[in-house]
């Protein structure tokens, strides 16, 4: 069975300070994608990453950052000098791969990012 | 920047009643996706449509949904008897290949009084 797994419900931050919001997940599949969408105030989910099992290649845009750790089945991601506009949840998703593979997510719970001015 | 449309962004409904949930998917997109999200809780996948038959769906979609691509763009969600826990948001995604990202539409907030 696959499932993600976001510990984190809520993080507090002041304005410039990083933050990491961390993703572990389960899956069976030997090949598999790894996401992660904001969705802020506004409702919609905007995609920021897909991650492919095979790259463990850390992965830096702009103030984002992710951390892909297969040994550790997690996938984090660090926001840097966090900013107001910043403030949203975050979700991270995984899907499989294959010929079986139908490319549904499955989502975690998760984590509300509120950034304080 | 081709995007994913949903309409209307806000459905009010009584139980019991029929509501159909529209979609405008990417034009050139094979996989179509309708997701739900009970207000403060997780993104759930509902079902995943391709070459105009589902390809997967999951437990919460019963018998009571229905999905539908009556003319080659639109992408239908109907639900037959709305019940109060229906109440959700409703995502429709779109992907060119199962391995991409899927691009979500805005969403359609159902509200079932």
């Known amino acids: 069975a696959q499932k993600v797994t976001q510990a984190q419900t809520e993080i507090s931050v002041v304005e410039k300070e990083d933050v990491t919001l961390d993703c572990v997940y389960e899956?069976?599949?030997?090949?598999?994608?790894l996401f992660w969408y904001k969705q802020p105030p506004s409702g919609e989910l905007v995609f920021l990453i897909r991650?492919?099992?095979?790259?463990?290649q850390n992965e830096i845009s702009g103030r984002y950052s992710w951390n892909f750790q297969k040994s550790t089945s997690s996938f984090n991601f660090t926001i840097t000098a966090s900013q107001v506009v910043d403030s949203a949840v975050y979700f991270c998703a995984l899907s499989g791969h294959g010929s079986s593979n139908t490319g549904k997510l499955i989502f975690g719970q998760g984590t509300t990012l509120q950034v304080k001015p | 920047e081709p995007e994913v449309t949903q309409t209307p962004s806000h459905q009010v409904t009584q139980m019991g009643q029929e509501v159909i949930l529209r979609c405008v998917p990417i034009s050139n997109h094979l996989y179509f996706y309708w997701y739900r999200q009970i207000l403060g809780q997780k993104v759930e996948f509902l079902v995943s449509?391709?070459?105009?038959?589902?390809?997967?769906k999951s437990e919460i979609f019963d018998d009571q949904f229905s999905v539908e691509r009556p003319d080659g763009s639109n992408f239908t969600l109907k639900i037959r008897s709305t019940k109060l826990e229906d109440s959700a948001m409703y995502f429709c995604?779109?992907?060119?290949?199962?391995?991409?990202?899927?691009?979500f539409g805005p969403g359609t907030r159902l509200t079932v009084l």
């Open positions: 899956t069976r599949d030997t090949t598999y994608y």
């Open positions: 991650r492919n099992s095979f790259d463990e």
């Open positions: 995604a779109s992907s060119g290949l199962t391995d991409n990202e899927q691009f």
């Open positions: 449509f391709y070459n105009n038959e589902i390809s997967e």
